[in-house]
């Protein structure tokens, strides 16, 4: 059995005692004695590989340095004809044979100790300097391997040990193959656990060089947002799978749970069933990890297990389950401190055959028994087993799982921060915990929630991807583009595949049920963010939004979403995000994006710098009854105005409306830059209309309309500035809907400074030139498409 106070033969205990070399294992006198010769001749045979004479020479020293010395330690270290044992557990004040020694020999004792450390750090300061001075190892074509010894060596050594391994020449015993794929499993549930995951996996990417298989157990929600950030992410020689968490509930739906990770966080313990029969290993992983290394070198750990060990884990970091935190506090048993399930190595082939369901489910019936309720999920369960079967677990160095916790005693895991390889936000506090290096943490963490996803998009060279139909079929049309075409990159945008986040924060709503249900949908980037409580305030109903913003924008956003009272009231508003990537604004794209993921019958097509007026929501919703929109092919029109004045007292009525038009507070929209746009919607008639009435199209028509959520969408060739909305409404007159005209609605544009891309279009001949281009060769698509009833839109445009 493990106990508390000694580690297993093999096993360094984590957390307890001072630890050096950035936490790997306790430190005791004698121990760098006992490593000693090992080390050595392990630097040894790295010098001999590279084949310096001065390197050579360094070496040799090496070995024969050690060895007198330990001669001498041999010889001199009998007592009666019986060795004396340097070991680390016999050279400590409490061991037997140290107690029985006299005074003298132990004095003698501690100083041939001191002399053989002294010695050893002397030669590695001498071997460092040489392999400084030493050419790195030629690269040749072998499959590059890591073999990770846990806690045995420096930092520096460790990576001479990843160097050597890309050589077959030297040594080391391979571990990791350059391709072989690694399997993580992560258990994601919800909207907030959902941008956990995203952080997660980009450090995970960043710092990775093998295959990954991502095995993600999610509910309808994660699955969703996940399944599209990992299809428009279009990362090489990542695959993911899903599993039904919804369906696994009835495993563990029956054990109390009190941790707020609710009935999720005990589905870890059922990955031996969801899992594939087929899958031997697996990593898994809660979704408030940071990796600050590469994940092959925790994968190459399951090579170090032995005999019945099925099971990875790290000592859990605080006497949570020593049971002295507070009066009274009773914990689950566990072995020690127990053990923390953020960071598990599960080996799934043995877990089966040792019949591990049975095994979990008899433990925590058991346990249920007295405890009634678990404290900390899964967690509770497997230190339970673990209590009655000890032999199941190899115990992680800590620096794989540094927790940063209420009640945690991680500090005392490790000297450097530099050193350590995982980093856990296991308490609800997250970023605000209590650590004295949680400033460093913090901005690691905060590193990768701001780190431009798309540049983790690299190939992983030498190893062959899985065919992906998408990415085939994106290159082929890309590869039919025209470089040299002056209006290449705005061709190119067409089928730029952008990263998007659905549901970027909580969203609840259900559509009422008389289906008139009408969903407000807009897009628009950072530098409009403050027309959204605004917009709020005048629209009652669902929101879809489409944001254009990079990773750190979107952290921006975030903040700024969780810190308004408005926003935060409202959870019928979505909002997807869209991440950045080439030098156009891609408006087309979002509106296509906020209009897909709308669960109302009807979309309110508006843009973001636009104010409803109040009451518009349920004005429309008694329009669509009124004029059957259900069984018929019309788009309401919603009358567009303007204003030139930054603070508005806005009209609540039609009449103030007239009033405002009359003294010249409100124009109709661009009625002085771009008439065409709107005059169709004849505003003269408008304004004593007091039904609904029918216009007819005209050339560059671009109202603001109410539609079935089944309408065409719009043409992603059009972005930045210009054409983007005439060429919608153009397609929904070739489609014969009809436009109607609502007497008693209306809405605001406030003013704003110019856009980037309308200062690109008066600016650049070039971008004018190009969007003619675009514009005709869309009409030739409508003429295409529409047979004889298109031409009318070439005649328009030449009379116009």
């Known amino acids: 059995m493990l106990h508390d106070d000694l580690p297993a033969c093999g096993v360094e205990r984590p957390c307890s005692g001072k630890y050096y070399e950035g936490g790997r294992g306790p430190r005791a006198p004698g121990r760098e004695a006992a490593l000693g010769l090992g080390v050595a001749t392990s630097e040894r045979m790295l010098g001999i590989c590279r084949g310096r004479r001065k390197f050579l020479a360094a070496s040799l020293t090496v070995l024969c340095i050690p060895a007198i010395t330990w001669l001498y330690l041999f010889a001199g270290s009998f007592e009666d004809g019986k060795p004396v044992s340097l070991s680390p557990l016999e050279s400590q004040p409490h061991s037997p044979r140290y107690a029985a020694a006299g005074p003298r020999e132990r004095e003698s004792l501690e100083v041939r100790v001191r002399e053989v450390e002294e ?11 040489a392999q400084g001075r030493a050419p790195g190892p030629r690269r040749g074509n072998h499959s590059r391997t890591y073999s990770m010894e846990e806690g045995t060596g420096d930092s520096e050594s460790l990576r001479a040990g990843i160097v050597a391994g890309n050589s077959s020449e030297c040594g080391q015993q391979p571990v990791v193959e350059k391709c072989e794929t690694i399997h993580v499993a992560i258990v994601c549930a919800g909207y907030n656990a959902s941008r956990d995951v995203v952080t997660l996996v980009k450090s995970v990417l960043f710092h990775r060089r093998n295959p990954l298989h991502f095995h993600l157990i999610a509910d309808s929600i994660a699955e969703q947002i996940l399944a599209t950030l990992f299809q428009t992410w279009m990362v090489p020689a990542v695959r993911v799978d899903f599993y039904n968490a919804d369906e696994l509930k009835s495993e563990v739906s029956w054990i109390p749970n009190k941790h707020y990770s609710g009935i ?151 000297r450097d921060v530099s050193d350590l390889k995982v980093i856990h936000w296991n308490s609800p506090k997250k970023l605000r915990v209590k650590n004295k290096h949680v400033e460093f943490f913090r901005n690691l963490y905060l590193t990768f929630l701001e780190y431009d996803g798309n540049l983790l998009r690299r190939e ?119 991440y950045k990537e080439g030098q156009f604004y891609p408006v087309n794209l979002l509106r296509n994006v906020a209009m897909k993921h709308v669960g109302t019958p009807y979309l309110f097509l508006s843009d973001i710098d636009f104010l409803p007026m109040y009451g518009l929501y349920e004005y429309l919703r008694k329009s669509v009854i009124q004029l059957d929109l259900a069984n018929t092919k019309k788009a309401m029109i919603v009358p567009a105005f303007e204003t030139l004045r930054y603070r508005l007292s806005f009209p609540k009525s039609k009449a103030e409306l007239l009033s405002m038009l009359d003294m010249g507070t409100l124009f109709t929209f661009r009625y002085h830059v771009w008439t065409k746009g709107h005059a169709p919607t004849n505003f003269a008639k408008w304004r004593t209309a007091t039904t609904p009435y029918r216009v007819e199209w005209e050339a560059d028509f671009e109202p603001y309309v109410v539609v079935r959520r089944d309408c065409p969408e719009y043409d992603r060739r059009f972005v930045g500035f210009g054409w983007n909305k005439v060429a919608h409404i153009m397609e929904l007159d070739a489609q014969e809907y009809e436009f109607i005209v609502l007497p008693n609605a209306y809405m ?37 498409r529409y047979g004889f009833a298109a031409l009318k839109y070439l005649t328009a445009e030449n009379n116009s």
């Open 264 to 414: 999720y966080g005990l589905m870890k313990l059922v990955l031996t069933k969801t899992l594939p029969a087929n899958l031997e290993r697996v990593i898994v992983l809660d979704t408030d990890i940071t990796f600050a290394t590469d994940i092959a070198e925790l994968w190459a750990v399951f090579h170090k297990f032995k005999g019945q060990q099925v099971l990875g884990l790290v000592e859990n970091q605080s006497d949570w389950y020593l049971g002295n935190l507070w009066k009274n506090h009773r914990p689950w048993p566990a072995l020690g401190r127990g053990y923390n399930t953020g960071v598990i190595l599960l080996l799934l082939d043995k877990l089966r055959k040792m019949k591990w369901e049975q095994m979990w489910r008899l433990t925590a019936e058991r346990e249920l028994m007295g405890m009634l309720s678990t404290s900390l999920a899964d967690q509770d369960i497997f230190n339970a087993v673990i209590k009655q079967n000890p032999f199941l677990v190899y115990q992680l160095p800590c620096f794989w799982n540094v927790q940063l916790s209420d009640h945690t005693r991680s500090e005392q895991c490790y």
């Open 119 to 129: 010695e050893n750090r002397a030669l590695r300061r001498q071997l460092s300097l």
């Open 748 to 784: 605001i544009h406030m003013p704003h400074a110019p856009s980037f891309d309308i200062t690109k279009f008066r600016s650049n001949k070039q971008y004018r030139v190009c969007l003619k281009t675009l514009k005709e060769e869309f009409q030739q698509d409508m003429s295409r």
């Open 460 to 578: 992983l060279f030498g190893c062959p991807s899985e065919a992906d139909v998408n990415s085939e079929n994106l290159q082929k049309q890309l590869s039919e583009l025209d470089e040299d075409d002056l209006c290449y990159e705005f061709r190119r945008e067409r089928f730029t595949v952008h990263r998007t986040h659905l549901y970027f924060l909580h969203y609840e709503y259900e559509p009422a049920s008389d289906n008139t249900d009408v969903t407000l949908v807009a897009q628009l980037s950072m530098d409009r963010l403050q027309m959204l409580e605004a917009i709020c305030k005048h629209w009652e109903g669902p929101i879809s939004l489409a944001l254009y913003l990079s990773d750190a924008e979107a952290q921006q956003f975030l903040r700024y979403a969780q810190g308004s009272e408005v926003l935060m009231s409202r959870h019928n508003v979505a909002y997807h995000i869209v």
